[in-house]
């Protein structure tokens, strides 16, 4: 009966809210590939965040960005309070203000509770972060925490709360700071409750069995080994060199492979709560982010047939791409890129027949207000053609093409003489569309379109647009 339930709740979306079992988010949880893009999809459409925090906390903030310059589409999220952007999580960072120990260890609850009753009762996920406060806690204090949490869930039983360990601080398994999380642990797992364990998390390198807690591993990732000191992250990069991961480019008093495992988590533990039931082995190495889509399914992924990596950065790269709709010549900027000069419409074409499943291209409008791309179609002289896929982005909004067929949307960006960049991603079948980090839209293609070999071309309307910076995967 137990299963039959667990399984009725995953199929109707429901929030695990501990009527299954506690989930702890700990270093096992940070290798974010495993996770099927359906769920990371549901994250980004459903889940709207408060993330109250001080300096600590926002080394999991850190490397979430890390993960969105790494992939802009699938962890994409704002920390704006004006609107909830579609496609993207929503993450009210820093609100409340404060954290579980600042101003003092009960302030941040009635704070909670004045947001979910008035600006903030559209947030379904609720997380705060430690500051130090937990290495100098007594066993009272902790309760009242454990306390004030049970309390806020039965107010708010529609919002998931996020329970936290405190950071590592020096003082190993016989310190203060081990008991106390050792106090927060069995509480969560008595009571099934979801834990972020902030504590665990930075006491493990990727891939790695050592506790490095036990040996007096503090914040920073110092740790005491046979009298000499290391740093468990610097170490890893310096055995790792081509590890291929997009790091922060600091995080707060720590280094910044450990606030990116800390937000590879995050959207680990996002994806659990809105139904992901991960492997029970769990992930606990950091392979790179790719910039493709991930599966849609936690089945083994078959061989994705891509052949070649196509880059276009220098003006002699250009020279291969012919220019139609227009009478003047595709000149290439004395600088890096492409002019594709205007026309109703003119493109660039790429010489041959492709079937694409990931470009990504600069785009700065010179003159005029639009810009075009098209992949796998049959490309003749017009904006719309009949076969393939296709887009277009100008000041009235987005546009899709898919076989002739129009699919209108918002265009995220404003449509100005600034260069954005452009990606779109098939995977499974599956099209993804985003410009500047924000998706334009995310649908699903025949699969004759997917599979299809067609042309490949850049351009615009009416409009001197300068390309640059672009690439292509094709099988």
Same mark, same amino acid.
């Given at each position: 009966?137990?299963?039959?339930?667990?399984?009725?709740?995953?199929?109707?979306?429901?929030?695990?809210?501990? *009527?299954?079992?506690?989930?702890? =988010? %700990?270093?096992?949880?940070?290798?974010?590939?495993?996770?099927?893009?359906?769920?990371?999809?549901?994250?980004?459409?459903?889940?709207?965040?408060?993330?109250?925090?001080?300096?600590?906390?926002?080394?999991?903030?850190?490397? *979430?960005?890390?993960?969105?310059?790494?992939?802009?589409?699938?962890?994409?999220?704002?920390?704006?309070?004006?609107?909830?952007?579609?496609?993207?999580?929503?993450?009210?960072?820093?609100?409340?203000?404060?954290?579980?120990?600042?101003?003092?260890?009960?302030?941040?609850?009635?704070?909670?509770?004045? #947001?979910?009753?008035?600006?903030?009762?559209?947030?379904?996920?609720?997380?705060?972060?430690?500051?130090?406060?937990?290495?100098?806690?007594?066993?009272?204090?902790?309760?009242?925490?454990?306390?004030? *949490?049970?309390?806020?869930?039965?107010?708010?039983?529609?919002?998931?709360?996020?329970?936290?360990?405190?950071?590592?601080?020096?003082?190993?398994?016989?310190?203060?700071?081990?008991?106390?999380?050792?106090?927060?642990?069995?509480?969560?797992?008595?009571?099934?409750?979801?834990?972020?364990?902030?504590? %665990?998390?930075?006491?493990?390198?990727?891939?790695?069995?050592?506790?490095?807690?036990?040996?007096?591993?503090?914040?920073?990732?110092?740790?005491?080994?046979?009298?000499?000191?290391?740093?468990?992250?610097?170490?890893?990069?310096?055995?790792?060199?081509?590890?291929?991961?997009?790091?922060?480019?600091?995080?707060?008093?720590?280094?910044?492979?450990?606030?990116?495992?800390?937000?590879?988590?995050?959207?680990?533990?996002?994806?659990? =709560?809105?139904?992901?039931?991960?492997?029970?082995?769990?992930?606990?190495?950091?392979?790179?982010?790719?910039?493709?889509?991930?599966?849609?399914?936690?089945?083994?992924?078959?061989?994705?047939?891509?052949?070649? #990596?196509?880059?276009? %950065?220098?003006?002699?790269?250009?020279?291969?791409?012919?220019?139609?709709?227009?009478?003047?010549?595709?000149?290439?900027?004395?600088?890096?890129?492409?002019?594709?000069?205007?026309?109703?419409?003119?493109?660039?074409?790429?010489?041959?027949?492709?079937?694409?499943?990931?470009?990504?291209?600069?785009?700065? #409008?010179?003159?005029?207000?639009?810009?075009?791309?098209?992949?796998?179609?049959?490309?003749?002289?017009?904006?719309?053609?009949?076969?393939?896929?296709?887009?277009?982005?100008?000041?009235?909004?987005?546009?899709?093409?898919?076989?002739?067929?129009?699919?209108?949307?918002?265009?995220?960006?404003?449509?100005?003489?600034?260069?954005?960049?452009?990606?779109?991603?098939?995977?499974?079948?599956?099209?993804?569309?985003?410009?500047?980090?924000?998706?334009?839209?995310?649908?699903? =293609?025949?699969?004759?379109?997917?599979?299809?070999?067609?042309? #490949?071309?850049?351009?615009?309307?009416?409009?001197?647009?300068?390309?640059?910076?672009?690439?292509?995967?094709?099988?």
């Amino acid at each position: 009966m137990r299963g039959s339930l667990k399984a009725f709740f995953l199929a109707a979306g429901i929030f695990l809210s501990g *009527m299954v079992s506690a989930q702890i =988010i %700990d270093h096992n949880c940070v290798e974010v590939n495993l996770i099927p893009h359906s769920f990371l999809e549901k994250v980004r459409k459903e889940l709207r965040i408060s993330y109250g925090h001080t300096s600590h906390g926002s080394q999991i903030i850190s490397g *979430m960005e890390a993960l969105k310059d790494a992939n802009p589409i699938i962890f994409a999220f704002s920390t704006s309070r004006s609107e909830v952007q579609p496609n993207v999580l929503s993450i009210w960072d820093g609100i409340p203000s404060g954290d579980l120990g600042n101003p003092d260890r009960e302030s941040w609850a009635e704070n909670t509770m004045k #947001l979910l009753d008035g600006p903030g009762k559209d947030r379904n996920v609720v997380m705060w972060s430690w500051c130090g406060q937990v290495s100098s806690a007594r066993h009272k204090d902790i309760e009242t925490y454990l306390r004030l *949490m049970s309390s806020l869930e039965k107010r708010f039983p529609k919002v998931k709360f996020v329970y936290m360990t405190g950071h590592l601080d020096g003082s190993g398994e016989k310190g203060n700071l081990h008991e106390r999380n050792e106090q927060i642990r069995e509480y969560c797992k008595r009571n099934n409750k979801l834990l972020f364990d902030f504590a %665990d998390i930075e006491s493990y390198s990727p891939g790695g069995n050592m506790n490095f807690m036990k040996y007096n591993c503090n914040d920073a990732c110092d740790f005491v080994y046979n009298g000499k000191k290391y740093n468990w992250a610097q170490e890893w990069l310096s055995k790792n060199p081509e590890h291929g991961l997009t790091l922060p480019r600091s995080a707060a008093h720590t280094q910044p492979l450990n606030a990116l495992l800390k937000g590879r988590a995050f959207w680990w533990m996002m994806a659990v =709560i809105s139904g992901w039931v991960p492997p029970e082995q769990g992930g606990n190495t950091a392979k790179p982010v790719s910039k493709a889509v991930a599966p849609t399914s936690t089945a083994p992924a078959k061989p994705s047939g891509i052949s070649r #990596l196509y880059r276009f %950065d220098r003006i002699q790269d250009f020279r291969p791409w012919v220019l139609f709709g227009s009478d003047e010549t595709l000149i290439p900027e004395s600088g890096n890129g492409m002019l594709v000069p205007s026309g109703t419409p003119a493109v660039a074409m790429y010489r041959g027949l492709y079937t694409i499943v990931e470009l990504e291209f600069k785009a700065r #409008l010179v003159s005029g207000s639009s810009v075009n791309w098209y992949v796998n179609t049959d490309w003749k002289d017009t904006w719309n053609p009949k076969v393939g896929l296709g887009g277009v982005a100008n000041e009235n909004g987005c546009i899709l093409i898919v076989n002739g067929e129009i699919y209108k949307y918002a265009c995220p960006v404003r449509m100005d003489n600034q260069e954005h960049r452009y990606q779109i991603v098939i995977r499974n079948n599956r099209l993804v569309w985003g410009i500047d980090r924000n998706i334009v839209v995310e649908t699903d =293609i025949p699969a004759s379109l997917a599979d299809r070999k067609g042309s #490949l071309a850049l351009g615009g309307w009416k409009s001197n647009v300068l390309f640059s910076g672009v690439y292509f995967q094709a099988k």
